[in-house]
């Protein structure tokens, strides 16, 4: 979420969508997020948007997610860790992002594709894998098995 709140506060109508993120979730197990506060995307023009993914594809080439993802917990294997950033460096090189709709569906577009309307499913996205690193630091401080890999990162890591 640290990302979402990246550019809002230069904005001056953007009170109300930074107290929507600091709410964060309030499950314990893992669930798609179906939508994004609605404040969030309100607040950030396409811009600024656009600008921000740019930020977090290069992090991401760099491979971010590998070394947010730490060591492994109970259930998991370091080649599976391993498979899984490498494939979101890889698909970050391509210049792919993962989209996920109000269904659930998966799909993956080229960051120079994206429009407007992707907005919402692209935070959705994006907030998935935040929620599945913060379970997982959780799941680090009780000694607890992994939480289940969200099933963009779950395709990734089995093929």
């Known amino acids: 979420m640290r990302y979402l709140l990246s550019y809002a506060p230069h904005r001056s109508n953007c009170a109300y ?3 929507d993120c600091k709410a964060g979730p309030t499950s ?4 798609y997020p179906k939508s994004v506060p609605s404040g969030i995307l309100k607040c950030m ?3 600024e948007f656009e600008q921000m993914e740019r930020q977090q594809l290069r992090e991401r ?3 971010k997610l590998r070394r947010a ?4 917990l109970p259930g998991e294997t370091t080649e599976q ?10 698909r970050a090189e391509q210049g792919l992002v993962p989209l996920i709709d109000r269904d659930g569906t998966i799909s993956y ?3 120079d594709d994206l429009c407007r309307h992707d907005m919402n499913v692209r935070t959705v996205a994006e907030r998935v894998v935040v929620d599945w690193l913060k379970q997982r630091v959780e799941s680090r401080k009780q000694g607890s098995d992994a ?8 395709w990734i890591s089995e093929n």
Do not use: M, S, Y
Not at 28 to 31: A, G, H, K, L, S
Not at 69 to 72: A, E, H, K, N, W
Not at 81 to 90: A, C, N, P, T
């Open 17 to 19: 969508c930074i107290e």
């Open 81 to 90: 860790l391993d498979r899984i950033g490498e494939q979101d460096r890889r």
């Open 28 to 31: 314990e197990n893992f669930t």
């Open 109 to 111: 577009k080229h960051i």
């Open 45 to 47: 023009g396409w811009e």
């Open 147 to 154: 939480p289940p890999i969200p099933a963009h990162l779950r």
């Open 69 to 72: 993802l730490g060591v492994t």
């Open 61 to 63: 080439r760099e491979g």
